[in-house]
């Protein structure tokens, strides 16, 4: 009788252990890259609000560019945040999980100070 690693149900339960994991890293990077896309676009609607409300953006050059381009500048630089990000991710496959938690952790920081700011 064949052990349980070696036969025919032990090696389909491996690949089946196997392939769940990919799914379940896969479904994790799907995650974090929607909270990345959440948190830009609550970030420019939450300056925008704040801004309409007569706040002022905190980073200096934001807010020349914003100044300059109106709030259509601030969503400009978090697009090509997000394509670098995207392009890291590419170029480095192995650190796919940790590029959109890098980008999203900040992201999600400013938008809680944008909200208890102007709330």
């Known amino acids: 009788m064949a052990s349980r ?13 196997r392939w769940v994991a990919a799914v379940d890293r896969i479904a994790l990077e799907r995650h974090l890259w929607s909270v990345v896309v ?6 420019v609607h939450t300056t925008a609000i704040g801004l309409e409300q007569g706040l002022t953006e905190g980073n200096p050059l934001m807010r020349w ?7 259509g ?3 400009l630089t978090k ?3 997000l394509a670098v990000g995207v392009a890291v991710r590419r170029r480095w496959p192995r650190y ?7 980008m999203a952790i900040p992201w999600v920081a400013v938008v809680v100070a944008n909200v208890l700011t102007i709330a």
């Open 5 to 17: 690693e070696t036969s025919h149900g032990g090696r389909l339960q491996a690949v089946a252990t």
């Open 38 to 43: 959440l948190a830009l676009v609550a970030d």
């Open 65 to 71: 560019a914003i100044g300059v381009g109106g709030i």
């Open 73 to 75: 500048a601030l969503a």
């Open 79 to 81: 697009g090509s945040a």
């Open 96 to 102: 796919n999980r940790v590029v959109p938690l890098a």
